[in-house]
Structure formats: structure tokens, C-alpha cells
């Protein structure tokens, strides 16, 4: 519905004005791009498409706006056939639609047709209702992919949003309390969110509270709809048939995942803060379910968002929203762990040492014998040969060994078999006859996971009904030869690449019964040339190339299982399907040192395809095609020989054409 009353409005922005922050036009004059005489060839070619509103003039309340079009190189782009103004808001500032209620965007127009100028620039002119010249006004800009005019180019899909004041002029007021950038820290840029769209910014313009109240769908209101499909709290979509479980154990209720503070001195984001400043029932909803408003029912009655603040005020509803995540931050770091793994050969065979110590802050070693009761569980879980384990995560079919696992502490007592004792207050331990051997092969690995018990911000005695939380892991490597042990490759993935979507206090198998569990930290990774890389050593352990608790069927080898986890279902739809959101490189050379990857129940797939396979074959027709492809290359899918198959393990031809990279892995140089 549009908005005719236009002079209530008007009283009610007067009223608002202090508190609204309405600081004037600003003196630019809004023509701060190309303004149409670039001076030079367009393109003909456009792997990148950019697009700027560099202008907008009113005549009697009508906006006519400019849009310049360039390539990657720069060059301006002529003959765009599918270019549209997707949607005209005007922001209603807080306040102005009812006291308490939350700044509004309010749809006024769109427009598909425009005039090409044959330089780059784009001109629309736009019928709008309800334009007021006191509010700030964003055009929403799309490009569908399409080809050029001259119906070869193609032209790849893009969206932008700008906001102007309500007389063309850059904006003194908008509500970006989220940016972009935060969102695409998890949903890789440039590929659609939901819909076809790509920015939270065309989200808000499209799902306005104006839009929700015209089809009687609260919970379509941006507000509200962002947070639904963020947790768990209840159903969304269409049909109210939609989980947001996945997003849910991603961003794990911590508000301060999306709503993160500008860059000091930035004057971006202004609007940052409103998340805790502006409470609403429309947006709390969302997540706190249960509650009629108007009945009175799950809280004090209220019929509209008037008194929120009264009792939610900013700093409480932060801290309310956020202490626990920040008790956690500050609990994990108050410990860590120092290990050692020491081998040594015996007539029989070999023992080697595992050795444990705890440690506080600072680094300072605790006395196991004090600290033991506060533990709710101590795992390592050891293997051999850290590039291609030859341990089993319950067996190997060719050697039948299976990897060690070991509570060293569970429930805040020691390990009686395996034996575990205290010596000089570390944890140790003796594995007897790891199948040591040449190479890689020389080289075992432990990984270490720790649960303390704690009251939220201090360790305490295990006890029932007490809670635990999973801390930083802890990795130990050692050989037999005494020569330096041999590590996983580091230069595929920066921890930071996996820290921008999970965060640094992320939990991994802290949900499970049977381990300790452990959060994402530097702790997973090494330091190599100042940057803290990843090195999965700690994850091969158990995602062996033997497969996990399924054996091959659930794709369980970390070259498969990281893959098939975040190409597949919601985790696809978030990440977008894209390697560079994880990976900044990608070591081929790695495949050298690889054998036979279990990849169905019993059967092995020779590495490079077998990695392939967990992306690339999504059902039977699939995989099919995919067999007779690679086979045609030296590899062999699904043989339940091992042997043959290890065999064959470096006999893929596959490098000698695809040549894939982090950013084009479809990449082929024949």
C-alpha cells in the first residue's frame, strides 16, 4: 500500500528530527563517477560486471538516474538488454510510523525501461508514489545474465544498491545495519543468497514491513525474516516448511556472527548498533517464539512497540545476547595444552610416549594432580603417517590396524587400561607397536581434545548436572628414526578463510556422546611464513582414507568428507559452491602422496578422482558418466581391491589436462 497521507509524515519527521539525525543535504553534488565521455573502446568481453549510480537529478518529483556500466578492465559497457530498477525505497526513520517502531524502507516505483546512451551509460526515468524529499531514497539496480545486443557477449548477472537524499545528493541517513561483507564471510559473493539476489541490501528494499502488512505475513518483514532463517527457533519459506538448522549450527544464536562494528573511524554501518537499541516485537519474534503481544501470552501484555525500551534497553539487551558467547571466549582462553609424542624401538616392536601437560594463560605448566577433577574428558587419537594414514578408523583391510584412541581422563579419572599415569603433574601414556615404516610411514601423529567443567567462566569439579565446554586441541607429532617428522601440506586453506564463516569459539564434535570435542582455533593450524594456515593433520586421525564409522559410504577421508560437507544440501546454498571460499590455493602435488580413498561401502576410488567424486556425482546418471570419464585416465572407481587400487593410485592421468585452480577449478589447458 503506498503511502498518500504524506502530510502525517511530514509531522511526524518534524517531531522525529533531533532523534533522527537528519543532518542536511551534505553540499555533494552526486556526480562523483564517469559521467558518460570515457574516452575509449567499450568492451567486448565482461567476466566482471560493475555497475554505479552516478547520478540523480528530480523534475517535479520525478527521479531520472544514471547508471554507468563497466568491465574488470574498466571499459564502459554498451548494449545491455536486461538492465531494470528493480525497486525505489525511501527509508521512514524511526520512530515515524509509531513510537518504538524501527526505520521502514517503503517501496515508491521501478522501472525496466531505459534509454542506452552508447558510452557505458544507462538512463532511467522512474514513476514513483508516495516520493517524499525529506527521506532517503535507494535505487536497486539488476542486470539479469544475458548477452549484449549484440547477442553473443555475455553478460553476467549483478546487483547494486545506492542511496541518495531525497534530492540526489549523497544520503545523511540510511539503516545498513548489516553490510554485505558480513554477510558474505559465510555466502560467497556475487552468488545468490536466496532467490536469485546477492546483497542484503536488495533483500531489505524487497522485503519491506509495508510488503508484510499488504499480504497479512508478518514473518516475511526483512527484520524479522533474517534472524527466522538464521535459527532454528521455527519453520520458514512459503509454506512455513523451511529449517534454518544448518545456518543455526553455524551462526549458534551469537548475534555478533552478522551484527559486526564498522572499522573505527569508518562512517559506515552507522546504523550498526540498532540490533540492541531498537527492540521490536516484529524482530524478537523471530527467534523467541511462543509470545502473543496483544494476549498477553509468554510476555506483558503490549499492543505495539512503544514501551520495548523501557525494559530492553541497549546495554541489556546486548549483554544478554552476547555474555554467554563472551564468557566462552574468555574461558577457552584461559587454557591450553603442550604435548610431546616420543618413539622408541624394543626388541618387540616400539613404544611411544604420549605426554601431556596442561597449561593456564600465560603458558604456565598446571599440576595434573590439582587439575584432574575439573576434567571432563582428555581424547587422543592417534594414527601413522600423517599424508596418507595407514590406520583405520576401525581397521585397514590391508594391514588391519585401526587407529588408537585413548581417554586419558574421563569424568576426572585416569585410565586404568591403557594405562595412563602422572608423572612430574603431565599425562602419560605408552602405545605399544604402531606399525611404523619408511617415509611418511616414519611419522606417528596424536591429536589431543579437551572438556573442562566449568560454571561459565571457571573451572570446577566434574560433577552431575554441571556443564562442560570443548577447548583448544592440541596436536603431537614423533618417529621412530629421531629425524623430523613429516606433516600434512599447509597451503590450501588459511584458517582464517574457516574462522570468517565458523568463528573462533565453533565447536566440532562437541555434540557427540563419545569425544571431547574442540574449537576451531590456531591450534588446527601452523604457523608458516607468518600466517597461520590449516594443516588437517589433527582431522586425520579419524577421517582416514579407510573412511570413518560407515567405512567408505558416508565418504568419511578428510579429501572427500570437508567437501561433500560443504557442497551438498544448505551447506551448498550458503557457501555457494565456490572452492576459493575456502581454499587460497590448491597443492596438486599433494595427490602424490596419496593411495586408494574408501568412497563406498568396501570399495576405493584412486585420490584424484575419489576427491572429484564428492562434489561431482550427485546420483547414479552422474556417477556413471563420471566412471567412464575418468577411467579413460588411468583411475578406478569403487574396485573392492585396495590393492589394485592403490596401485593405481598414481598412475591418473587427470593433471595432464584439467589444471584447476582455487578460483577456476573447471580450468583445462590441453
Known amino acids: 500500500m503506498m503511502n498518500t497521507n504524506k502530510s502525517k509524515i511530514a509531522l511526524l519527521l518534524a517531531a522525529g528530527a533531533v532523534s533522527m539525525a537528519l543532518t542536511g543535504c551534505g553540499g555533494d553534488d552526486g556526480n562523483d563517477g564517469n559521467n558518460g565521455n570515457p574516452g575509449g573502446p567499450a568492451a567486448d568481453y565482461i567476466n566482471t560486471l560493475n555497475l554505479k549510480v552516478t547520478d540523480v537529478t528530480y523534475a517535479d518529483g520525478v527521479p ?90 555475455s553478460v553476467p548477472r549483478t546487483e547494486v544498491s545506492q542511496d541518495f537524499s531525497g534530492e540526489g545528493y549523497e544520503a545523511t541517513y540510511t539503516k545498513d545495519v548489516v553490510s554485505t561483507a558480513s554477510c558474505n564471510s559465510c555466502h560467497a559473493e556475487g552468488k545468490k543468497i536466496y532467490h536469485s539476489y546477492t ?48 545456518a543455526n549450527a553455524i551462526v549458534q544464536d551469537n548475534c555478533t556472527t552478522c551484527h559486526v562494528a564498522p572499522t573505527e573511524g569508518s562512517d559506515e554501518l552507522s546504523e550498526w548498533g540498532n540490533w540492541s537499541r531498537v527492540p521490536t516485537m516484529e524482530t524478537c519474534t523471530s527467534c523467541h517464539t511462543g509470545i502473543d503481544f496483544v494476549a498477553g501470552k509468554g510476555h506483558s501484555q503490549q499492543a505495539d512497540n512503544s514501551n520495548c525500551i523501557a525494559c530492553h534497553n541497549a546495554s541489556w539487551t546486548e549483554e544478554i545476547h552476547t555474555e554467554g558467547f563472551v564468557q566462552k571466549k574468555a574461558f577457552v582462553e584461559q587454557y591450553g595444552m603442550e604435548t610431546s609424542l616420543t618413539a622408541a624401538a624394543t626388541d618387540a616392536g616400539s613404544e611411544t610416549t604420549l605426554s601431556v601437560t596442561i597449561t593456564d594463560a600465560a603458558g604456565t605448566a598446571i599440576d595434573a594432580t590439582t587439575f584432574i577433577g575439573n576434567i571432563k574428558q582428555l581424547e587422543a587419537i592417534t594414527n601413522v603417517g600423517p599424508n596418507y594414514p595407514i590406520m583405520g578408523y576401525n581397521n585397514n583391510p590391508i594391514n588391519g590396524e585401526h587407529k588408537v584412541l585413548i581417554n586419558l581422563v574421563k569424568d576426572g579419572a585416569l585410565s586404568v587400561e591403557p594405562k595412563v599415569e602422572i608423572i612430574d603433574g603431565k599425562f602419560v601414556t605408552v602405545i605399544k607397536d604402531l606399525p611404523y615404516g619408511e617415509g611418511d610411514t616414519d611419522t606417528a601423529f596424536s591429536f589431543i581434545g579437551l572438556s573442562l567443567c566449568n560454571d561459565g567462566t571457571t573451572a570446577v569439579k566434574c560433577e552431575e548436572g554441571v556443564s562442560h565446554t570443548s577447548m583448544k586441541a592440541a596436536m603431537a607429532h614423533g618417529t621412530l628414526s629421531g629425524e623430523a617428522a613429516s606433516v600434512r601440506h599447509t597451503d590450501s586453506v588459511n584458517i582464517k578463510a574457516c574462522e570468517s564463516c565458523h568463528g573462533t569459539e565453533w565447536p566440532l564434535n562437541s555434540h557427540t556422546k563419545y569425544h571431547a570435542g574442540f574449537v576451531m582455533t590456531e591450534q588446527l593450524g601452523r604457523e608458516v611464513n607468518g600466517e597461520m594456515v590449516v594443516g588437517v593433520d589433527g582431522c586425520v ?55 586408494a580413498l574408501a568412497t563406498a561401502g568396501g570399495a576405493y576410488t584412486t585420490p584424484i578422482a575419489a576427491t572429484c567424486m564428492s562434489c561431482h556425482t550427485y546420483n547414479e546418471e552422474s556417477l556413471n558418466k563420471f566412471k567412464a570419464h575418468v577411467e579413460g585416465q588411468g583411475a578406478i572407481v569403487n574396485s573392492f581391491d585396495k590393492q589394485e587400487v592403490s596401485d593405481a593410485a598414481q598412475l591418473e592421468t587427470c593433471f595432464f589436462c584439467h589444471k584447476p585452480t582455487a578460483d577456476d577449478h573447471t580450468s583445462v589447458k590441453m
Not at 210 to 233: R, T
Not at 543 to 560: L, V
Not at 573 to 594: E, P, R, S, V, Y
Request: contains cysteine; aromatic residues 6%; charged residues 20%.
Open 199 to 246: 546483497s542484503s541490501e536488495t533483500c531489505a528494499a524487497c522485503h519491506t514491513q509495508e510488503m508484510a502488512d499488504s499480504k497479512g505475513k508478518p514473518q516475511v518483514a526483512y527484520n524479522h525474516l533474517i534472524h527466522n532463517v538464521h535459527n532454528d527457533a521455527k519453520m520458514y519459506g512459503r509454506n512455513m516448511d523451511k529449517s534454518a538448522e544448518t
Open 541 to 595: 586421525t579419524c577421517h582416514t582414507p579407510d573412511g570413518t564409522y560407515a567405512s567408505g559410504a558416508n565418504m568419511g577421508s578428510i579429501e572427500m568428507k570437508v567437501h561433500k560437507v560443504h557442497s551438498a544440501g544448505d551447506y551448498a546454498a550458503i557457501a555457494g559452491m565456490t572452492c576459493d571460499q575456502c581454499h587460497n590455493d590448491l597443492n596438486l602435488d599433494a595427490f602424490k602422496k596419496k593411495g
Open 64 to 153: 531520472t538516474i544514471n547508471v554507468f556500466a563497466t568491465n574488470e578492465e574498466d571499459l564502459p559497457v554498451v548494449g545491455l538488454t536486461a538492465l531494470e530498477v528493480k525497486k525505489v525505497v525511501q527509508l521512514i526513520p524511526q520512530g515515524a510510523t509509531g513510537a518504538g517502531n524501527s526505520a521502514e524502507w517503503q517501496y515508491i516505483g521501478s522501472q525496466k525501461e531505459f534509454v542506452d546512451q552508447k558510452n557505458g551509460n544507462y538512463s532511467f526515468t522512474i514513476p514513483v508514489e508516495g516520493y517524499n524529499s525529506e527521506l532517503t531514497q535507494r535505487y536497486n539496480i539488476i542486470a539479469s545474465a544475458s548477452t549484449l545486443a549484440d547477442g553473443e557477449t
